[in-house]
């Protein structure tokens, strides 16, 4: 029977299988790790997922068949936005999983202890370039009444009523773009990465380990991505600075404001004006298949809860429940979207591994993503659950990790009994036979 590719979800595990299994390359291709946001809480259970998706490999075979362990800072290419973005660094840099979960728990003697003032400093060093440029601009608009210049619209003098109404608008920009300072978490991360003696630059990273690592932004004046990595057009940037602006959620954080390293070139302005990477995107599922990779593992922690309590309702737990559900849907329907796209499309040739929350985990549901003192019990519950979803799809997973010269170690937690069985994507998405 002619192989098919099919998309196959269960657990909080959806596999995307393109490749035939019973052709096996002649020489293994790229894999890639994708790590989506999550903020606080959310990165703490990525964290912690991560650990438990390390243990489940036991080694790799190269050309001509020799094998030598492998584990998740062997992968070749790492990509992340947001909070992901620090744990991709963190992996690409050969920190180990368990490590990285000491580093949030405070737990490590490489880093120090990450504190909340790291990523709550108050944004006022805005205040101050604000008011220069209120200033200025008030000034602006009542000198171009005194000396009676004409409105680009009516052609006609500005009126006092006019200008006065102009002046009040313009106190608008007195606001800060955000509640938090970024800076100091670039700070945080510039500190520790040389206290490891991690490269802050994308080229000096790979030149060393040979991993390639990918962060993204959201350039807010063109509503586009951002790249960031030793091979794209803005590699001058630090790392520690690409990660700030890609986890620089607007209104919790202020813009980022970065030098251009291309400044001068046509059509490129002085400053980058950055916000999250994943205004644009859930995750960079497309930059690791267009960097090579022939395999890959995304890890998204929000998705939309199924909530269906014994008849109850997300309305009865009031605004906070349906403000997270409403998040989680409008991340995990753009998921949604991207794993069509991934199905689909021919440019996509590659097996694609999405990790996220079962639809029942309440329990990560009722976490506050930005609560600083809940990551130790995030990071539990992402690894007990991750483990128990790859335990669940151990099968499936064994085969397609086999076919890029992976061998899994036997599960480490049972499947549950009773379980629902796998599901076919495409028939519950109308995609059979696409």
Known sequence: MAFEKRCISHR????????????????????????????????????GGLLALDEIFARRRLEGGRAHSFGLCDFDLFVGLSAGSVLASVLSAGITP????????????????????HFMWPNLGEHPWRLLAWLDKEQEVFT???SGATSEDTGEPFSAAQTLLKMATITARLLPTGLFDPARVERYLRRNMDRAAIPND???????????????????????LIVFGHDEPYAGVPISQAIAASCALPIWYRTVRLPNPRAGEPGEPALLELAEGGLVRTANVRVAVEKGAQLVICYNPFTRIIYDRLGRSL?????????????????????????????????????????????????????????????ERAARHGYQSVRDALAANHVLLREIFHTHGIELAP??????????????VRETRGLTGS
């Open 411 to 424: 599960p480490a937690a049972p499947a549950r009994q009773g379980e629902p069985q796998p599901v076919d």
């Open 12 to 47: 909080g595990i959806t596999v995307i299988q393109k490749s035939d299994p019973s052709v096996r390359p002649l020489r293994p291709g790229k894999v890639a790790i994708v790590l989506a946001g999550g903020a606080v809480s959310g990165g703490a259970y990525k964290a």
């Open 144 to 146: 171009n009444f005194l």
């Open 315 to 375: 309305y009865e737990h009031g605004l906070y429940a349906i403000a997270q559900q409403a998040l989680r849907i409008a991340i995990g329907a753009r998921l949604d979207l991207a794993k069509e796209l991934v199905f689909s499309s021919d440019d996509f040739d590659a097996d694609v591994v999405f990790i996220e929350p079962a639809s029942d985990d309440y329990s990560f549901f009722s976490m506050n993503p930005l609560n600083f003192w809940t990551r």
């Open 202 to 224: 994308f080229g000096a990273l790979y030149r060393r380990t040979g991993k390639a690592l990918y962060l993204s932004a959201t350039d807010l004046n063109h509503g586009r």
């Open 98 to 117: 368990h490590e990285m979960v000491e580093i949030i728990l405070g737990r490590s003697s490489r880093y120090e202890a990450f504190q909340p003032w």
